[in-house]
């Protein structure tokens, strides 16, 4: 008999250093006017020197850890979603795993862009129910600044960093992961990508003095990919479940642009109220935006036990997934 796997325990951290819109206006030509009207943030938290995507992932992991009352040495994976990590290999998955003193863990990352967490959490999902698995740590951890062009107005004020963590363990049937979609266009790859750095363009003189480790991005394809892909994966998961759109208690999207949230929103005819949204303090972090978005709903009071909750998330590959979940903490 299949287990059924929730989230019992949820965790973040932000760094502390914050970027707003006015220290953007003396960096590129740009308006806090323009980065509110187009994009819906005003600050972003930005990495400090030294600090790494393992770092903040370790923070937010130990949090979630904690809020689960689980011995380190109990987990069985950790799985972080990134794509920013701190180095190609080892995975920094593994890096948390050491420092975490999850000895009895194996540990890898997973990437699918602003995707990765949705489709992280399916993983582990899937591990509990085949009872390969009992707990599992899943992490998303951006420390996207580091590769963004400063100098590139329509990207730079985008991304921010961060990380959230959650610890998924067998729950009650009722409760916890009711239903998986994931889905990518890999022919709509080169929308939003960083052309080096990998095997196809090596770091070279020329590819640092073309400045093609950054993010390059075509806004208006992904925005129109995110907002269609967005709303079939939140559809497919309440229908899947066997639910409507007007049973979700709470809409957790991922935070890419307030416009593309709103939109979504919209087309799922699920009112203000029942839509989580927190980009104008945080910005995108990409993969860490679900798990960031949970820690601050619970804490808030905005995520209940009971509550039934639909994420959906759209990044690069183009990849985009979505979970629908019975709260049970």
Same mark, same amino acid.
């Given at each position: ?33 323009? +980065? ?13 020197? #030294? ?8 923070? @937010? ?25 701190d180095y190609a290999f080892p995975a ?12 009895? $863990? ?8 602003? $995707? ?47 990380? #959230? @963590? ?15 979609? +994931?889905?990518?266009?890999? #022919? ?5 990508? !960083? ?30 990919? @995110? ?10 998961? +309440? !229908? ?29 005819? +699920? ?38 909750v639909c994420t959906t998330t759209f ?15």
């Open positions: 008999m299949q287990r059924s796997a929730g989230i019992v325990g949820v965790g973040s951290y932000l760094p502390e250093k914050v970027l707003n819109n006015l220290d953007l206006e003396k960096m590129v030509d740009t308006s806090d006017e323009w +980065i509110k009207t187009r994009t819906g943030m005003w600050e972003r938290h930005i990495v400090g020197d #030294g600090e790494a995507s393992s770092d903040m992932a370790f923070a @937010a992991a130990q949090a979630a850890l904690e809020m689960s009352g689980l011995d380190p040495m109990t987990l069985d994976a950790v799985i972080v979603a990134t794509v920013t990590p920094t998955a593994c890096l948390i795993q050491d420092r975490l003193g999850a000895r009895n $863990a194996g540990g890898f990352d997973l990437s699918a862009g602003c $995707a990765g967490f949705a489709s992280s959490l399916s993983v582990a999902d899937a591990y509990i129910r085949a009872g390969i698995l009992t707990n599992v740590m899943v992490v998303g951890v951006e420390t996207l600044t580091r590769i963004t062009d400063w100098t590139d107005r329509d990207t730079c004020v985008l991304f921010g960093d961060g990380a #959230g @963590a959650v610890v998924v363990s067998p729950v009650a049937e009722e409760e916890g992961i009711l239903a998986h979609f +994931i889905k990518a266009d890999g #022919g709509s790859g080169m929308h939003l990508y !960083q052309p080096a750095g990998g095997s196809r363009n090596p770091a070279t003189h020329e590819t640092v003095d073309k400045r093609m480790h950054y993010i390059r991005m075509s806004g208006q394809d992904v925005f129109k990919g @995110a907002v269609r892909a967005m709303v079939e994966g939140a559809q497919a998961v +309440i !229908q899947k479940a066997g639910y409507t759109e007007e049973d979700v208690d709470l809409l957790v999207p991922h935070q890419a642009n307030l416009r593309i949230i709103e939109a979504v929103r919209k087309r799922l005819n +699920i009112p203000p109220e029942r839509a989580f949204v927190n980009i104008g303090r945080q910005a995108n972090t990409s993969a860490a935006t679900l798990p960031v978005c949970f820690e601050e709903a619970y804490r808030t009071g905005r995520l209940k036990k009971g509550d039934l990044g690069a590959g183009f990849a985009w997934a979505a979970n629908l979940l019975r709260w049970c903490i």
